[in-house]
């Protein structure tokens, strides 16, 4: 059974559990990171050094830290039998666009919002708010977010015509970038997308959960 280290209210654990949570994968979860603390101790740091969240141990294989790596990882090993077609695609062309498509999205979307415009508005207190450091930092999302939703306006998903590993490296920030509070540029492609996204049981339970202990007040 796998077991992961990291908190619910981290997007990278976020994106790794909604992962978990399509594969159907028998898992523990403990939290772990910010008040909670763990991430310091002596035996965390045996198995990443980094000190940082998600941790994944699969059985006896050596422990796995990093996302994105965690990510592939589960889509090699576990992605065949889950039932998801297309997922993570055997052919090493078809499932190269896939990834192309994944990484663009950790670089491009995820990187670009987490801090630049997530931290502003929630990890901020009010009266320590840079509004136009938020709208410069909106400005260079929302281009690459132009981008998803062109391709968006011609196929189901980002990978193509099937959810693939792509979705879920792109798709785990939108819940929060449609819930802040900010002014969004009008991509209904995007919205679309979003939207089909928000009825997938895996999304439900693991990405569109409380941010509210990350939230800083005055």
Known sequence: MLKIWGR???SNVQAVMWCVGELGLAHERVDAGLNYGVVDTPGYL?????GTVP???????PPLWEAGAILRYLANVYASSSGLDGFWPPDPVLRADVDRWAEWSKINIAQKF???VFWRVVRTPLSKRDPEA?????QVLE??????AARLEVLPFLGGNHFTLADVQFGHCLYRYYDIDIDRTELPALRRYYDRLTTRAAFQDHVMVSYEELRETD
């Open 114 to 116: 987490t801090a630049p």
């Open 8 to 10: 619910k209210s981290s």
């Open 143 to 148: 281009r690459f977010l132009a981008i998803a």
């Open 46 to 50: 045996a198995i990443n050094p980094n």
């Open 134 to 138: 938020i709208a410069v930092a909106l």
């Open 55 to 61: 941790t994944l141990k699969d059985g006896d294989n």
